[in-house]
């Protein structure tokens, strides 16, 4: 036997088997397995060439123990391998879509400060537009309710004039008519007397109510005239004509400032019917052109609101989202920083 056993060559040591470009735990536990093995095997090699007995040995029972335990940490080892490669992988990937994502939310911040920045400003226009277009529209309706009243007031003023003038032209023909029809000195003293008197009054009238527009219209004569007439009606025929008399009688003559009072009223009517015409037509001129300037700025204002609304909404949207962004940022940027600190600890611990 202990010729055998110097006869037997010394084996050779298994070379360590590093799987991992680190070297972990489970390599260090690899090599020192392999080292037990090596110690193991040679002599139990040397003291038998029965292969079959040394099975049956102890000693060749702890060396299978030990292969076994040698290809188990192997695997392990590979596992181990395995294990960093995703690892590595995984930090790799995430560092690059965070690192990604937070450029991705900077720069979006970016954006919705410059978009907010611009929705404020133009909200503050659009504010400001608003507010001169509701000054002009209330300008503009303010000039049309005045002039609107003044129109009232005008129309309301010309219907009472035609009304009078109407009444006083109507009153004149009146008059005219019954002393043409009785026109002559006997004719006269034939009239009834309430004619006269009828006559006398409504001179009377007239004279008083419009005696502004009958300025300069009758001369002192025929006012004194129609003075004497409606004094004493009926003695103003009887009495004896003067030397003026004598060719226009007095019957002549107070018909003569009736038909002038009938004709200076009748041009005063027209006149004011002319003026009323033109009253009209320029307060439709007005209230057309307000009207177009209230519903043009009554129309810019819907739109500018409706515009406003819009920009304040999108405003409002674009806060809650930088505001959302930000904490997405701060999230992320915490995110990565804990993981480069685990990433590294562990590159440095494996």
């Known amino acids: 036997s202990r010729a055998n056993l110097r006869a037997s060559p010394r084996p050779q040591r298994s070379p360590a088997v590093v799987t991992s470009p680190k070297f972990t735990m489970a390599s260090r536990a690899t090599m020192l397995l392999l080292l037990l093995v090596t110690l193991f095997v040679a002599p139990a090699a040397s003291l038998s060439s029965d292969m079959d007995e040394a099975k049956n040995r102890p000693v060749s029972k702890v060396i299978t123990l030990l292969k076994d335990m040698l290809t188990q940490l192997e695997k392990e080892a590979e596992e181990d391998e395995e294990i960093y490669d995703k690892l ?12 990604k994502a937070i450029a991705d939310a900077q720069a979006r911040i970016e954006d919705l400060t410059t978009k907010i920045e611009e929705l404020t400003a133009m909200v503050a226009r659009l504010g400001t537009e608003i507010k001169i277009l509701e000054k002009e529209v209330a300008s503009n309706q303010d000039a049309l309710d005045k002039a609107t009243a003044i129109r009232e007031k005008q129309l309301a003023e010309f219907n009472a004039e035609e009304k009078d003038l109407l009444e006083s032209i109507s009153a004149l023909k009146s008059a005219v008519t019954v002393l043409s029809k009785h026109h002559g000195g006997a004719l006269l003293q034939a009239m009834p007397r309430s004619h006269l008197l009828s006559i006398a009054a409504t001179l009377q009238h007239l004279l008083q109510q419009h005696a502004s527009l009958l300025e300069g219209v009758l001369s002192m004569s025929d006012r004194k ?15 004896a004509p ?12 107070i018909f003569g400032i009736l038909r002038q009072m009938k004709e200076t009223f009748e041009s005063n009517l027209s006149a004011s019917q002319k003026e009323e015409m033109q009253n009209q037509r320029a307060y439709e001129d007005l209230k057309a052109a307000k009207e177009e300037e209230i519903s043009a700025g ?14 304040q909404e999108k405003d409002a949207q674009a806060k809650e989202d930088i505001d959302d962004t930000k904490t997405s940022l701060g999230a992320d940027e915490q995110f990565l920083m804990m993981l480069k600190e685990k990433c590294q600890m562990t590159d440095k611990e494996w």
């Not at 005239?225 to 009495?239: C, E, G, H, K, R």
């Not at 003067?242 to 003559?253: I, L, N, V």
């Open 298 to 311: 009554q129309a810019q204002i819907d739109s500018k609101t409706a515009e406003l609304a819009d920009s």
């Open 225 to 239: 005239a129609a003075a004497a007439f409606v004094q004493s009606p009926a003695d103003y025929f009887d009495a």
């Open 242 to 253: 003067t030397f003026k008399q004598s060719y226009a009688p007095q019957s002549g003559e």
């Open 88 to 99: 590595a992988c995984w930090c790799q990937t995430n560092d690059k879509e965070k690192t």
